[in-house]
């Protein structure tokens, strides 16, 4: 099986530019390509792992990435997908979580040289001139075009900035640039990236006047359509600290039965085959596909130690074990204790099991708050010092998350 074939199979593609050719060229050629990433962030996330999956899987066929950290690009801030500006960041903000960016991706990619070019298009988008971008580039772009882009078009309601409407164009001037420097012939992206990509297949052929492709892939979403990688506390880092190895593997181990396979085909790389035979299991069989996928993916992202660990701790806690000694914990300030007593929304957010005492309040009054087994009601309850005669208590969320609270 090829990889184009692959890719396929496992559902990974959602459109190109030329189908033909580009199977052509990763059959028969070691191509060099590349993946862009905003560094808007000082961590990773799981829409970024998608990505990094792709390369992993092109670089095992040989092919040369090129991982673009946008140090530029994420001075002007992408509008895809937006209602909002962007928060303007600095240059040393930028930098740093480019160099975070960079840390976590030689854990799932080969960046040795050799194997994988790192580039910054800081170093040269910011240092274009005005006049010249504009007759040697803009010259190129329609604005009538333009304005029909998703990324652009779902801005014009609330406001497009003329800063965030230039993002096409640097993003366009990416590929050319890499083009020019290390004979780039494909870029990669999601599937919201196609607007873009296509602006940058467009520039290359106008200006150099040879043929460079675009292919992008599947966004992680439900079947419904919703993008999946965010929980109530945020985004599914990538980073321990922000999202801890069990809390990572709870998120996968309770996603939707009709989302299971799918995520095992674009984010593993269980042989396609055996994911294939997993495509009719039902009831149990599914929770197991569920455990293999939330195993795995912990496996990956962080290590089999704590992959062991977060399963262990899961199949304690399902099957009405004792064991919680690989359960997240939470230790809390005693300033939180008045009296010998703290509130239960206080103990929520500082677990962050809640984001705010309104999240907090809502998930008490619709009956999904525990604590050591007894079901809270009462927004305004206050949990005593005694119940910590153990040293800890143990909070339940729902029906599948447990979180244990020391004093």
């Not at 092109?58 to 002007?76: D, E, N």
């Not at 600095?90 to 480019?98: G, L, P, R």
């Amino acid at each position: 099986m090829t990889l184009f074939e692959e890719f396929k199979r496992r559902g990974l593609i959602a459109q190109c530019t030329d189908e033909e050719k580009v199977r052509e060229l990763l059959e028969k050629e070691k191509v060099t390509f590349y993946i862009g990433f905003d560094a808007t962030a000082d961590s990773l996330h799981i829409g970024h792992f998608l990505q990094l999956i792709v390369i992993k899987h092109m670089q095992m066929a040989g092919h040369m990435p090129i991982l673009l950290l946008g140090t530029g690009t994420t001075m002007v801030g992408d509008p895809t997908g937006k209602t909002d500006m962007r928060k303007m960041m600095t240059v040393e903000e930028i930098n740093y979580n480019a160099d975070q960016f960079l840390k976590q991706m030689g854990k799932y990619v080969d960046i040795a040289p050799g194997k994988a070019i790192v580039a910054r298009n800081g170093d040269w988008l910011m240092n274009l001139k005005y006049i010249e971008l504009l007759r040697d580039v803009g010259a190129h772009f329609s604005v009538n075009r333009m304005l029909t882009a998703d990324s652009v078009k779902t801005r014009l309601e609330r406001g497009c900035t003329f800063l965030e409407f230039n993002y096409m164009i640097m993003q366009s001037y990416d590929f050319l640039q890499l083009f020019r420097e290390y004979n780039c012939k494909i870029e990669l992206g999601g599937n919201d990236q196609w607007s873009n990509i296509l602006g940058g297949v467009d520039l290359v052929r106008r200006i150099e006047h040879q043929d460079v492709y675009g292919l992008t892939f599947t966004l992680l979403t439900t079947k419904e359509g919703k993008k999946m990688g965010k929980t109530e506390n945020g985004a599914v880092w990538l980073d321990p600290q922000k999202t801890t190895p069990y809390e990572f593997f709870q998120y996968w181990r309770n996603v939707d039965d009709a989302d299971v396979i799918n995520c095992l085909k674009l984010l593993t790389f269980i042989p396609i085959e055996e994911i294939e035979a997993m495509e009719n299991w039902q009831g149990n069989e599914l929770n197991k596909a569920k455990e293999i996928l939330a195993y795995d993916l912990t496996k990956m992202v962080h290590s089999q130690e704590e992959a062991d660990k977060a399963l262990a701790a899961a199949r304690a806690l399902f099957s009405g074990g004792t064991d919680n000694s690989n359960m997240p914990t939470t230790q809390l300030p005693s300033d939180l204790f008045q009296e010998g007593t703290i509130g239960i929304l206080d103990l929520l957010i500082a677990a962050g099991l809640a984001p705010s005492k309104a999240e907090g309040r809502r998930l008490v009054q619709q009956g999904g708050i525990s604590v050591n087994e007894q079901k809270v009601s009462d927004p305004m309850a206050r949990i005593s010092a005694d119940l910590f005669d153990k040293g800890e208590v143990i909070v339940k969320k729902g029906k599948k998350v447990f979180h244990k609270v020391i004093r």
